[in-house]
């Protein structure tokens, strides 16, 4: 398979860690380092299996967690200085709570954004919708909720089925066509029925690659009504990009 999705579209190696985090109920400033780094390693492991386009700072982040676990299972050095010594995980949890603090007063702007449409309807227009009011404050699916899913498809797949070698039917780019077909009488779907009618690992992973086309070329968005709950892949409404026929 030679299409490649771009994954500085989506999200980069801290919002990696952050889900990872908030997924495990972690503590930020005390990481169980090794948990953490075989976790975002299995990760890693996901994205090649699915041949995205992994950016360089994913293999360094790789690469300063497993310094990071080798450092905590040393033995600590006897100096007159050992309890001035700095945990080895400090400066990553610096880097994680500096950006986490940004990520939310990003989200708080874009909420307060899309709360302040609302707040000054045009004289004489309908009431606001307070349905619509709900379906605007939606958790928006990341690139990590997606490959948590996409894994579970992946376990639900029957070995021998898992291991057969196809021939290659098919492209990303009619896979992007399927979806957006299925998609015509009905503005949602959720993520397990683009699979429904998949035959083989292949397949599966060509599909999940049109869904991230798809996404990035603002075709589609991915929603979740919880944190971490059912994904719904919702059709945007407005004009997107003609999706050509010669990637794949």
């Known amino acids: 398979m030679t299409y490649k999705v771009k994954l ?98 990003a989200s708080e702007l874009a909420s307060m954004e899309k709360q302040h449409k609302h707040l000054f309807p045009r004289v004489g227009s309908a009431q606001i919708d307070e349905a619509q009011i709900q379906k605007d404050i939606l958790f928006e699916a990341s690139l990590f909720d997606l490959i948590t899913a996409f894994t579970k498809v992946l376990k639900d797949i029957p070995k021998d089925v898992f291991h057969q070698v196809v021939k290659d039917e098919f492209t990303v780019s009619q896979k992007m066509h399927d979806i957006l077909h299925m998609m015509v009488e009905k503005q949602s779907i959720f993520f397990l029925d683009l699979f429904k009618a998949a035959k083989h690992k292949r397949e599966m992973i060509t599909i999940f690659l049109a869904l991230l086309e798809l996404i990035r070329l603002k075709a589609v968005v991915i929603q979740q009504a919880v944190v971490f709950g059912d994904i719904e892949i919702i059709r945007c409404v407005e004009e997107v990009k003609p999706i050509g026929g010669s990637n794949g």
């Open 8 to 105: 500085e579209v989506f999200e980069g190696p801290l919002d990696l860690l952050l889900y990872l985090i908030k997924k495990e109920e972690l503590n930020i400033s005390d990481i169980p380092i090794a948990r953490i780094t075989d976790q975002y390693l299995e990760y890693l492991e996901l994205m090649q299996l699915m041949d995205l386009d992994i950016a360089g700072e994913f293999l360094v982040m790789a690469a300063t967690l497993m310094h990071i676990k080798s450092k905590m299972l040393l033995p600590p050095e006897e100096t007159a200085q050992e309890d001035a010594e700095e945990d080895p995980r400090a400066e990553l949890v610096r880097r994680l709570l500096e950006y986490k603090k940004f990520k939310e007063a």
